[in-house]
């Protein structure tokens, strides 16, 4: 069925240090991959995408990996730093019905 | 712009009672959902609307959840009666289609209405 989960609840990372956030999809009809990043009080807000026909695609200090063999991707932020303390969520699409499916997040931590 | 815009930010109210959340969607914008977030479930899609019509609403809990979308600029999203197990912090989303067709991807959240039914 489609689901969309990730591998850790919390993460906890020095400031400075990269930050490798994952994630595990199970649709592989699925096309399209966003990570938003979710502050508290606020609503998601996007952060980085990638489709299906791709592995990588990189952004300011951030990069996602798609790895469909194994249906995983992932997010990986260069040189944490304190505003980057959020909960992450990826978010899978199938273009043939635009029903975007969230996993249940990741709460990243920095460390001081 | 300012945003999708919710109303209102928070709500109490007791079993029994009508819920109503709104959302204005940014303007030009096609698409506007509506999810619902809570701990246990995390952010799950209740409903969709493409150009004011309903596409997909079989994330709709039950019968005592209803949305409208009367026009582009306007949407609710009715509880009647609210129960204690629909408090959660409800959002709303909106977005533009790409050219080509298909869902271009960046949701832009409101702020969302937080709801607790005691």
């Known amino acids: 069925g489609e689901s969309v989960g990730l591998h850790l609840p919390t993460l906890s990372v020095q400031e400075g240090d990269n930050s490798i956030i994952n994630c595990a999809y199970s649709?592989?009809?699925?096309?399209?991959f966003i990570w938003y990043k979710q502050e508290s009080g606020k609503g998601p807000q996007f952060i980085i995408d990638?489709?299906?026909?791709?592995d990588k695609r990189q952004g300011q200090r951030v990069t996602v990996l798609l790895n469909k063999t194994v249906k995983h991707l992932s997010l990986q932020i260069a040189a944490t730093q304190p505003g980057d303390s959020a909960v992450y969520f990826c978010?899978?699409?199938?273009?043939?019905?635009?029903?975007?499916?969230f996993g249940k997040g990741t709460r990243l931590h920095i460390l001081p | 712009d300012a945003g999708v815009i919710q109303s209102p930010r928070h709500e109490v109210t007791e079993m029994g009672q009508e819920v109503t959340l709104r959302c204005k969607p940014i303007?030009?914008?096609?698409?506007l959902f509506w999810y619902r977030q809570t701990m246990m479930r995390g952010l799950e899609l209740l409903i969709y609307?493409?150009?004011?019509?309903?596409?997909?609403d079989s994330g709709m809990p039950e019968d005592r959840f209803s949305a409208k979308m009367p026009n582009a600029s306007f949407s609710t999203l009715k509880i009647q009666p609210s129960e204690p197990r629909d408090s959660a912090v409800y959002f709303c989303a909106s977005s533009s289609q790409t050219s080509g067709g298909g869902y271009g991807g960046e949701l832009f959240f409101g702020e969302g209405s937080r709801l607790t039914v005691l």
């Open positions: 990638i489709r299906s026909n791709m």
């Open positions: 978010a899978e699409i199938m273009n043939r019905d635009d029903k975007i499916i």
């Open positions: 303007s030009g914008h096609d698409y």
């Open positions: 609307f493409n150009n004011n019509v309903p596409i997909d």
């Open positions: 649709n592989s009809a699925s096309d399209y």
